[in-house]
């Protein structure tokens, strides 16, 4: 099992839709987790922290099951401006450093 | 507010010759990171520096060397550069090591290398 694990899509999703996105990691020691945004050509950024308690900003709505190691993304009322690659992250066993998956990509078109 | 800051943006080397990437940030982080991304690899750590004075090697160090200058510079530098390093190259850094803190990275914006 890879590390970290997302589908590639692409996902493609008019405006308004509500769009999700998922996650898988293999390593139970993980102990934080992130979804970071990358627009094409551009570097990564954060979008959101993601607690076991689940969290929201905004349209965005992360949720952690560490039980099935499973992370999740969902996207309401989707924008134009929220194209872009989707990453899911997570920290290594030594907490020294963070895992990147391969991204999943988003297309909204109007 | 430059944040983290890489240079050069692009550049093109032939086979075996050596190259230096330049990262700088000004946010007064302690830990600074060098990633490659590659198409359809995701981001891959290469090297991290936890605090000035300290460095480890990440998933994959082999072909590069790294160097934490002070607490604002981390240089990558490559002594024999092949085409398999032909990557784009992302430094950043956070206030702590990201992994065990859920500290942020702030990426800078990335070096374009071709190795012909």
């Known amino acids: 099992r890879k590390e970290v694990e997302q589908d590639p899509g692409p996902f493609n999703v008019p405006e308004g839709a509500t769009v999700a996105f998922n996650c898988t990691y293999s390593?139970?020691?993980?102990?934080?987790f992130f979804w970071y945004r990358q627009d094409c050509r551009k570097e990564p950024k954060l979008l959101m922290s993601?607690?076991?308690s689940g969290n929201e900003d905004g349209r965005f709505t992360a949720q952690l099951n560490r039980a099935s190691q499973y992370i999740s993304l969902l996207i309401r009322d989707s924008k134009l401006s929220d194209s872009a690659t989707y990453l899911c992250?997570?920290?290594?066993?030594?907490?020294?450093?963070?895992?990147f998956g391969k991204g999943t990509t988003l297309s909204v078109s109007s | 507010n430059a944040g983290v800051t890489q240079t050069p943006k692009f550049q093109v080397l032939k086979t075996g010759q050596s190259m230096t990437l330049q990262c700088a940030q000004d946010?007064?982080?302690?830990?600074m990171y060098w990633y490659r991304q590659d198409p359809g690899m995701g981001l891959r750590l290469i090297y991290y520096?936890?605090?000035?004075?300290?460095?480890d090697k990440g998933e994959v160090p082999n072909g590069y060397n790294v160097s934490r200058l002070n607490k604002r510079e981390f240089s990558l530098r490559l002594e024999s550069a092949a085409p398999s390093q032909t990557s784009v190259y992302f430094c950043?850094?956070?206030?702590?090591?990201?992994?065990?803190?859920?500290?942020?990275?702030?990426f800078g914006p990335g070096t374009r290398l071709t190795v012909t």
């Open positions: 950043a850094s956070s206030v702590g090591l990201a992994g065990g803190s859920g500290y942020e990275q702030y």
């Open positions: 390593n139970s020691a993980s102990q934080s």
């Open positions: 993601v607690y076991s």
């Open positions: 992250v997570v920290s290594n066993q030594a907490g020294t450093a963070l895992i």
């Open positions: 946010m007064n982080h302690n830990s």
């Open positions: 520096s936890a605090s000035e004075g300290t460095t």
